[in-house]
Antibody, heavy 121, light 106 residues
Framework: QLQLQESGPGLVKPSETLSLTCSVS??????????WDWIRQPPGQGLEWLGS???????DYNPSLKSRLIMSLDTSKNQFSVRLTSVTAADTALYYC?????????????WGRGTLVTVSS | DIQMTQSPSSLSASVGDRVTITCRAS??????LNWYQQKPGKAPKLLIF???SLHSGVPSRFSGRGSGTDFTLTISSLQPEDFATYYC????????FGQGTKLEIK
């Protein structure tokens, strides 16, 4: 069954680095037909796109977060990851990983269930 | 940045009603507009992409229209499973989402 599952620490201290992994089952992240994205949702707020990565190595980041974001993928584990440095309370959110088909119309056709990350000392 | 504004922010309706949600972009986004449905505690689900293209498995009671800056999502006859929050998302530039429209049972 096609599924994405986020994992990582639920609590991160201010100024430290948030690291999350998305495990993909039922599909290969090596497929050139898809990008793999991260999206977050602060409590009670709307959705914010963080960035995306493709197996060919290309990345796109939200300009508002670009200086703090690093995305990577591990084809041997069929996983992709995000690192967000120098976090603050404003980075507290439900973090989703998602799949984006290669298309001019950037839409996310499959999402993980999300993982809550709280930034607090 | 392109700002997406949805209206209304919340809506009460009954099963069988026809409902329309509006999404307005701060600048023209051509047809780069997608819609999602999110239920409490669940991940968003893609409903419509490129304004009017129904994602696989989405019931035909959902439809989308618009171009430029103004877009609508219409549910022709509300079903119990449709009560959820709906988000629009533009992909003309750095993807951004509307703030959501919560559809509640009257």
């Amino acid at each position: 069954q096609l599924q994405l599952q986020e994992s990582g620490p639920g609590l991160v201290k201010p100024s430290e680095t948030l690291s999350l992994t998305c495990s993909v089952s039922g599909a290969s992240i090596s497929s050139s037909s898809y990008y793999w994205d991260w999206i977050r949702q602060p409590p009670g707020q709307g959705l914010e796109w963080l960035g995306s990565i493709h197996v060919r190595g290309s990345t796109d980041y939200n300009p508002s977060l670009k200086s703090r974001l690093i995305m990577s993928l591990d084809t041997s584990k069929n996983q992709f990851s995000v690192r967000l440095t120098s976090v603050t309370a404003a980075d507290t959110a439900l973090y989703y990983c998602a799949r984006r088909p290669m298309s001019d119309f950037w839409y996310f056709d499959l999402w993980g269930r999300g993982t809550l990350v709280t930034v607090s000392s | 940045d392109i700002q997406m504004t949805q209206s209304p922010s919340s809506l009460s309706a009954s099963v069988g009603d026809r409902v329309t949600i509006t999404c307005r972009a701060s600048q023209s986004i051509s047809e780069y507009l997608n819609w999602y449905q999110q239920k409490p505690g669940k991940a968003p689900k893609l409903l419509i992409f490129a304004v009017a293209s129904l994602h696989s498995g989405v019931p035909s009671r959902f439809s989308g229209r618009g171009s430029g800056t103004d877009f609508t999502l219409t549910i022709s006859s509300l079903q119990p499973e449709d009560f959820a929050t709906y988000y629009c998302q533009q992909s003309y530039s750095t993807p951004s989402f509307g703030q959501g429209t919560k559809l509640e049972i009257k």
